[in-house]
Each structure stands twice: as structure tokens, then as C-alpha cells.
């Protein structure tokens, strides 16, 4: 049995989720890769942290975080003003939130036989 997939709405759960430890103080998760998403959708951090139930001030943070984890900023972002503002993912923010997304499903398809021996292990609730 597959793991669920977030679908974005709260209250959805994943059977799995995956935290990368990818160095000192550096881990990508779940939140990261659902944030990089919404900014990926929406062209905005703000709208990205709307949509996450998340501050403003958090996501702009998370954003920050990442772009200097990374040899090169995964979030590009371009003033607001008459023009309008916004934030794009860069082509290696593209490409790390596709890595990431890769190493969920991989752990999703290892763990699938031990998730539903687990399931069937359960007592039952009537």
C-alpha cells in the first residue's frame, strides 16, 4: 500500500514523511518542499505562506535559509511596486524540490511492505 500524498489541505496526512539531514544545521523536509511548491504555484512568498497557514515573517525566513544553505538561491524574488513584486524558483530550486520529491517517493515504494504489515497489525477499531 502507498503512502498517502499531501495534497496540499490540512488536515491531510502522509503515511511517510522524509526529513533530509543534507549537512550541519541543513535538513529539506517535508514543510521546505511544500513551501518551495506554493511559491513554485503561486509566484509569491506570501501567497506560498498563506497557503501553508504559515506568517509571512516564517516564510520569507524559511526562504532566506534555504537561499543561503544552497551554492545558489533556490528563490529568486523581485521587488514590490507599481510592477507588483513576486518570487520565482530558480532552475536549482527546481531541481532540489524534484530531488526531494524523487527521495519521498523511493522511501515511499522501500517502506511500502513493512507500512502494511504495520497497518495489519493494528487492533481493530470498530
Not at 490540512?10 to 543534507?22: E, F, P, Q, S, V
Not at 518551495?36 to 515573517?57: H, N, P
Not at 524534484?98 to 517502506?111: H, S
Request: cysteine-free; glycine content about 14%.
Amino acid at each position: 500500500m502507498a503512502a498517502k500524498r499531501n495534497s496540499g489541505e490540512k488536515g491531510a496526512r502522509r503515511a511517510l514523511t522524509l526529513r533530509l539531514a543534507l549537512g550541519e544545521g541543513v535538513a529539506l523536509g517535508p514543510g521546505k518542499a511544500e513551501l518551495l511548491e506554493g511559491i513554485r504555484d503561486a509566484g509569491s512568498i506570501a501567497a506560498a505562506g498563506r497557503r501553508m497557514g504559515m506568517s509571512y515573517q516564517r516564510a520569507h525566513d524559511l526562504v532566506v535559509a534555504l537561499n543561503a544553505d544552497f551554492r545558489e538561491p533556490l528563490v529568486a524574488t523581485a521587488m514590490g511596486g507599481t510592477g507588483g513584486g513576486g518570487a520565482r524558483l530558480t532552475s536549482l530550486g527546481e531541481e532540489v524540490l524534484r530531488a526531494y520529491r524523487e527521495a519521498e517517493a523511493a522511501a515511499e515504494t522501500a517502506v511500502a511492505d513493512r507500512l502494511a504489515w504495520l497497518r495489519s497489525a493494528l487492533a481493530r477499531r470498530d
